[in-house]
Each structure stands twice: as structure tokens, then as C-alpha cells.
């Protein structure tokens, strides 16, 4: 949760000081496909493992699966890497259809299990939802931090949009506020390096944002100036456009962080 320091703490990981911390995902169509990737992680490579709901083939109409890919991920991962649970809706790039009751539901699922040995340390929340203030005070009170996320494979709004769309997930109870834009342009790269800067510098939370894309991959390697909290890398198979190894962006990382 939010700390007075607007540090976010889970478990071995403190979002929000120092360096961005790198989450990967996890993206496989059954539970035990999602517990083996976790194992296969390299050692050190992540300091945040994001379990990809919707790529869990069946997720949207079934709680049991939903269930079991959680605990089977997290049984499969070190103690000190904490787990974040995303369902991702059509709308904003997951892999299966799903309503709105549909997504609210998985959410639910994750935290009616969570946290704990078996559970999610986090769960991400879309701004869009209807219910998505019900939806993080649901899974705050539970113990679990909330990434309220917003996606955008289009475009890139302007810069005082994006920070609107920030500050309206932080006024929903977020955590963790992130956005994810489309660049079309240099231009639209720094509108949301700019925006970021904004939004973080009077923050009271830690700030996610990527530009997907080629175009946008010095928003994961550089970010951090900026004051991004986390960039994504993968192992294996990627969950959106532009993310590189995450054993390279590590290294990236080091070099950037430990000069400064």
C-alpha cells in the first residue's frame, strides 16, 4: 500500500524510490503454462511478475481458473517478488472478450484470495470500469495495492490529457497510476515524457507510463528521469508492443541509474 512517503511497498520491492523496478509479465493460456514461465524466470531479472489474466484461455466466465492460475504463480515465484494480478479488457488490448461484469468479477476473484501464500499482492483496476472506485477500495481493504491503468493503442492524447487521466486515477484511490499511449511521432513521445514529468513531480504516489512501440522505447529505457516508478521487460512472450528482453533492460537501467 501508499505509504506517507508516496512509496508503494510489496513485499522485496519499493516502487517509487530510487530506479524504476522492472515487471514482466506472464502470458500463457493455462495455469500450469503460467506457474512454468514463472519458474523458468531468471533469478534477479524481476522485481515485479505480472500475471496476464485475460491470456489465461477461459478466465472471463471461470473464478476456479482464475483462482488457480494465482496461486500456482505465485507458488512458482521467490518469496520476495510480489505478484500483480491483470485482466486486461478487449477494449484495452486483452487477449478474450469480457464485459464490464466480467472484468469486475476476475478482480474480485483475485482479491477474494489475496493477499497471502496463495494471492496477489496487487491487482490492476482499468479507470474505465464503471465501478472502478468500488473496485480499488474493494481490494485496498483487502490488503492488496491497486494499479488503476489506462491503455491507449491508438494515439497519444496531448499532454495535458494524459495528465488528466493520471490525476483521475489517483482521485479513484490508485496506488499506482498508469497510462500506456501509442506514439506516432517524436512529438507524441515527449507529450507523454512531459506529462509524466508533470504529473510526478507533485505526485503523492508512484506514476507508470509507457509509449508502446518502437517509436516509444526510450520512454522504457528512460522513463525513470522522468519519473516513471516501472518499465515492463519480458522473458519469453511479450504482452504489448515494444518491450525488450528484460535482462538487456535491466542492464540499461544500471548503466542510466548508477551514473546519476
Avoid: N, W, Y
Avoid at 25 to 39: G, H, L, Q, S
Avoid at 126 to 134: F, K, M, S, T, Y
Amino acid at each position: 500500500m501508499t505509504t506517507s512517503d508516496g512509496v508503494v511497498r510489496l513485499r522485496g520491492t519499493r516502487l517509487g524510490a530510487g530506479s524504476p523496478r522492472v515487471c514482466v509479465p506472464v502470458v500463457a493460456t493455462t495455469p500450469d503454462a503460467a506457474a512454468a514461465a514463472a519458474r523458468a524466470l531468471p533469478p534477479g531479472v524481476a522485481d515485479v511478475v505480472e500475471l496476464r489474466l485475460d491470456h489465461v484461455t477461459g478466465s472471463a466466465g471461470d473464478p476456479g481458473l482464475v483462482r488457480a492460475a494465482v496461486a500456482a504463480v505465485r507458488a512458482a515465484l521467490p518469496a520476495d517478488v510480489p505478484l500483480l494480478a491483470t485482466f486486461r479488457s478487449a477494449r484495452e488490448g486483452g487477449a478474450q472478450p469480457a464485459d464490464d461484469a466480467a472484468c469486475a468479477r476476475v478482480v474480485r476473484t483475485v482479491v477474494a484470495g489475496s493477499p497471502g501464500a496463495d494471492g496477489a499482492d496487487a491487482v490492476d483496476v482499468e479507470l474505465a470500469a464503471p465501478d472502478v472506485a468500488d473496485l480499488v477500495a474493494h481490494a485496498q481493504a483487502a490488503g492488496l495495492a491497486v494499479v488503476v491503468s489506462h491503455h491507449d493503442f491508438a494515439a497519444t492524447p496531448p499532454a495535458d490529457e494524459i495528465v488528466a487521466v493520471l490525476r483521475r486515477q489517483r482521485d479513484a484511490g490508485a496506488d499506482v497510476c498508469k497510462i500506456a499511449v501509442m506514439p506516432h511521432d517524436a512529438d507524441d513521445v515527449l507529450a507523454l515524457l512531459s506529462a509524466t514529468r508533470r504529473f510526478a513531480r507533485d505526485a503523492d504516489r508512484p506514476v507508470v507510463t509507457v509509449a508502446m512501440g518502437a517509436l516509444g522505447l526510450v520512454t522504457r529505457l528512460a522513463g525513470g528521469v522522468f519519473g516513471s516508478a516501472m518499465t515492463f521487460g519480458s522473458v519469453g512472450a511479450v504482452s504489448a508492443p515494444g518491450q525488450l528482453d528484460a535482462a538487456r533492460l535491466r542492464d540499461v537501467l544500471d548503466l542510466l541509474h548508477d551514473a546519476g
